[in-house]
């Protein structure tokens, strides 16, 4: 049975993780179906979810508990591929939490553009409590996203926080009954500005280029609109 679905339905991408009996969690046949659902995706919008009580509980442990040196790193390698194929996905990607995000579940999350919760929803990195750290660029993501204070709490403490506190320091973008409204949402925009928007913001070069880059990809939507 396949680990990972996905459904197009009009300019959405859905990718859903779907092993509900364990909680979502990832082991590395899992991540290399996840890695070809988003690699493969070419709508203006793709909207990640679990299925189940769950968005994803993180690396698969009991795979994780069996890797030693050169394996360990291959395991999180993909763990990075997987998440950086959904931050530089051409288009936007929503994460619709529901349920629990742990560990690699909330790095996974930090890839995305927007992490929409439901009010029950519950996010934790976990790792430290495991003797293990966030392996999927979540070193580097978290503190970009909540600041570095926060991501020291977070990810030494281990703490799980709930939708409210998460969206206090930034951790997730709205709280909503239905995150899946969200992508439709953004669904609805002019994709070309869609796609242009999220790379200029990506955009981690010097400020003076950037803001070259950022008038030259105005000029293109805006010479673009004209034609349309």
């Known amino acids: 049975m396949d680990m990972v679905r996905t459904t197009v339905e009009g300019d959405v991408c859905v990718v859903t993780l779907a092993r509900p009996a364990r909680r979502n ?4 046949a899992a991540l290399r179906e996840l890695q070809r659902a988003v690699t493969d995706a070419s709508e203006p919008v793709l909207y990640l979810r679990g299925e189940g009580p769950a968005f994803c509980a993180g690396a ?37 939490i529901d349920g629990a995000a742990r560990g690699g579940g909330v790095e996974l999350a930090l890839a995305c553009d927007l992490r ?21 660029g979540g070193t580097t993501r978290l503190p970009r996203v909540v600041g570095e204070g926060e991501a020291m709490d977070l990810a030494l403490s281990g703490r799980t926080v709930d939708a409210e506190t998460a969206l206090r320091m930034g951790l997730v973008s709205r709280i909503t009954e ?37 008038r030259a990809a105005f000029a293109s939507l805006a010479t673009d609109s004209g034609d349309r």
């Open 25 to 28: 969690a990832l082991d590395s």
């Open 60 to 96: 698969d442990l009991e795979e994780v508990r069996a890797l030693d040196g050169d394996a360990a790193a291959d395991f999180a390698a993909l763990g990075q591929r997987v998440a950086n194929a959904l931050e530089e996905y051409d288009g936007a990607v929503v994460a619709g």
């Open 116 to 136: 929409v919760a439901t009010p029950e929803a519950t996010l934790a990195e976990t790792g430290v409590k495991l003797g293990l750290f966030g392996a999927w």
């Open 178 to 214: 239905r995150p899946r409204d969200v992508a439709d949402e953004l669904a609805a925009v002019d994709g070309s500005a869609l796609r242009t928007l999220k790379r200029r913001l990506r955009d981690d070069t010097g400020q003076e280029t950037g803001d070259e880059r950022e």
